[in-house]
């Protein structure tokens, strides 16, 4: 029984709006954008919903909107793609890296504190795997210090926190349509604010710091550029096939919930195994477990032909460009490097079936147990 890691539910309906843009001609501006953008607000509860190229467009803008220049210091969990850090970057303001906590994978408050200075601008959350950080201690210590708050959501699409999806309590949420993704468009992105001024900012920046949009032109090129922007716009053939998948989420989701309970069920109990506590507020991206002999498991999985991945295999701290321009030491990074050497990420997909849940738990079981 081969097992994939990922599946999209991609369906006819889908595809005919996708054609429908492409024979149209306009294939970005359009009216498929705004529907998405207006579901994504509704489903998210958000108050503004702005569609980018990727989730890494996203958060380049936030940083940008949020005035993070050299100078400044913004901290990043060193659990997450290194996407979260480039953006920072790319401003010119200088990434802290910071350790997390094992028992999640997520940036915690006592973490953040060591690595606060009279420079910290900024922070931005990654929610791992879907599992909302703690984010009531942290928004209080954020108030108190005046610190601007960015959520990474990658992973967090269906993510809630006191019944709040993810997303709305900082600064900006930023989420990700990475074929991998809950949803997906290809590539491609969403940025939510509840802060008009924001959604303003942010929605010229993506279009080159165009004022007016194209809908709103009297005269073909009629505009002016009051800022410097980027082109990081979403096209509207990738928002259509979008739109469904956001519209039924909810199925999906609830899917997802069942399959990370089968989960636990298989695997609770066993000492060599080292789950992270389930969350019903838990969007379950993927599933993931620690292993201390992860590579048995990988060889097994590989011969199996069972889908796997590891996020993330190398921290933050130990890529090479950070690593060396930071003088990063391994020995602030205890957490982070041991969550990387056994963590393990299992699909987590609508279309899995329990009988492959269980065939993935049962080689698991069998490979830990030779060890």
């Avoid at 940008?64 to 996407?83: L, N, Q, S, Y």
């Amino acid at each position: 029984m081969k097992v994939e890691y990922s599946r999209k539910e991609i369906y006819g309906k889908d595809l005919k709006k996708v054609n429908q843009v492409l024979k149209s001609g306009w294939l970005t501006h359009g009216i498929f954008t705004d529907e998405f953008e207006k579901e994504f607000c509704k489903y998210t509860g958000s108050k503004y919903c702005i569609t980018v190229s990727s989730c890494t467009a996203g958060l380049h803008l936030s940083c940008i909107v949020a005035g993070f220049k050299k100078g400044d210091e913004v901290i990043v969990p060193a659990m997450t793609h290194v996407a979260t850090a480039h953006a920072v970057e790319h401003t010119g303001a200088k990434t802290v890296i910071a350790d997390i906590d094992l028992k999640t994978g997520n940036l915690d408050l006592e973490n953040i504190k060591k690595n606060i200075t009279s420079k910290t601008k900024g922070i931005i959350l990654v929610h791992m795997a879907g599992l909302p950080c703690d984010l009531k201690r942290i928004i209080r210590f954020c108030k108190q210090k005046k610190i601007i708050l960015i959520e990474d959501c990658a992973h967090g699409l269906g993510s809630t926190f006191k019944n709040i999806h993810v997303g709305n309590f900082g600064f900006t949420g930023n989420f990700s349509f990475y074929p991998t993704k809950q949803i997906t468009t290809g590539e491609g992105g969403a940025v939510t604010t509840n802060n008009k001024n924001i959604y303003k900012k942010l929605k010229q920046l993506k279009a080159f710091g165009i004022d007016k949009d194209i809908k709103n032109r009297k005269i073909p090129g009629d505009y002016d550029v009051k800022n410097l922007g980027l082109n990081y716009r979403l096209t509207d053939f990738q928002a259509a096939l979008g739109i469904n998948q956001i519209k039924y989420y909810d199925k999906n989701l609830k899917r997802r919930k069942e399959i990370a309970k089968r989960y636990y069920k298989n695997l609770e109990g066993n000492k060599k195994v080292t789950l992270i506590k389930f969350d019903k507020s838990n969007s379950f991206y993927v599933f993931q477990i620690l292993l201390k002999n992860r590579n048995k498991l990988i060889k097994k999985f590989k011969e199996l032909g069972i889908g796997f991945s590891i996020q993330y295999l190398k921290p933050i701290n130990k890529m090479s460009y950070y690593k060396k321009k930071y003088k990063l030491s391994d020995k602030n990074f205890k957490s982070a490097n041991l969550f990387s050497k056994q963590v393990i990420s299992l699909p987590v997909y609508p279309k899995l079936k329990n009988k492959e849940i269980d065939f993935i738990c049962n080689s698991i079981r069998q490979t830990i147990n030779e060890t």
